[in-house]
């Protein structure tokens, strides 16, 4: 079975756009979380989506958002890219809203300059 | 906030053990993980214990759990060159949706 995955893998933007990174969860997870990892830290929670709603959301501004498809796959999207946006966005997909098997696709790496 | 340390860095000789430390504040946690990273690559999910165990064997891999201290470990036994990563602590909040904290990871060196 095919885990997590993400597109693009890598993506250069500049200052002031907009990007939107992709995710197809494992087949029969409902559940896709967002993180962002800066160079050199632990991931950041961004987002939950649990049957296509908003579960949860992190400490990111409003130019952060994402959906959920019916078919489970997600979308993030961020808005005015700011240079301190360049990082890895990981997806996350899970069986259950809460569980203890939590999958990470491989990345995006998204370069802002 | 929930917060998550860990040590920066870890250098064992091949074939020695391993032993990853993590300390963390919310005590009402139900899952706590290991994640190993690769250079280039995203997280892969190595292990778990439920808070309401103090330990959880697997293969080669040992989990501690000390929820007095608020305290996590990994034991990784006979650690072979392909061991080299980042490991990072995680752990869950409580409430109606799931939020994974992470820790700023341990890097792992394993010298031949």
């Known amino acids: 079975d095919a885990g997590v995955t993400q597109s693009p893998t890598h993506l250069i933007k500049t200052r002031g756009q907009h990007v939107t990174l992709r995710c197809s969860p494992i087949?029969?997870?409902?559940?896709v979380s967002w993180y962002q990892q800066v160079l050199g830290q632990g991931p950041q929670f961004i987002f939950q989506y649990y049957e296509k709603e908003e579960r949860g959301r992190g400490n990111f501004p409003d130019r952060f958002s994402a959906r959920q498809f019916p078919n489970y796959s997600s979308e993030l999207n961020v808005n005015a890219l700011l240079l301190g946006d360049s990082a890895l966005y990981l997806c996350?997909?899970?069986?259950?809203?809460?569980?203890?098997?939590?999958?990470f696709g491989s990345g995006t790496q998204l370069s802002v300059l | 906030g929930e917060d998550v340390e860990q040590s920066l860095f870890l250098s064992v000789r091949e074939g020695d053990s391993s032993v990853i430390n993590c300390t963390y504040t919310?005590?009402?946690?139900?899952?706590l993980y290991w994640y190993k990273q690769e250079p280039g690559a995203g997280l892969q999910l190595l292990t778990y214990?439920?808070?309401?165990?103090d330990m959880k064997q697997d293969q080669r891999l040992t989990v501690l759990l000390n929820k007095k201290d608020k305290h996590l470990s990994l034991r990784i036994a006979d650690t072979q060159t392909g061991d080299s990563a980042i490991y990072f602590c995680?752990?869950?909040?409580?409430?109606?949706?799931?939020?994974?904290?992470f820790g700023t990871g341990t890097k792992l060196q394993v010298i031949p």
């Open positions: 214990i439920f808070s309401n165990m």
């Open positions: 996350a997909s899970s069986l259950r809203q809460v569980t203890e098997k939590l999958f």
């Open positions: 919310d005590s009402s946690s139900t899952y």
């Open positions: 995680a752990v869950d909040t409580s409430g109606g949706y799931q939020k994974v904290t």
């Open positions: 087949s029969g997870h409902k559940s």
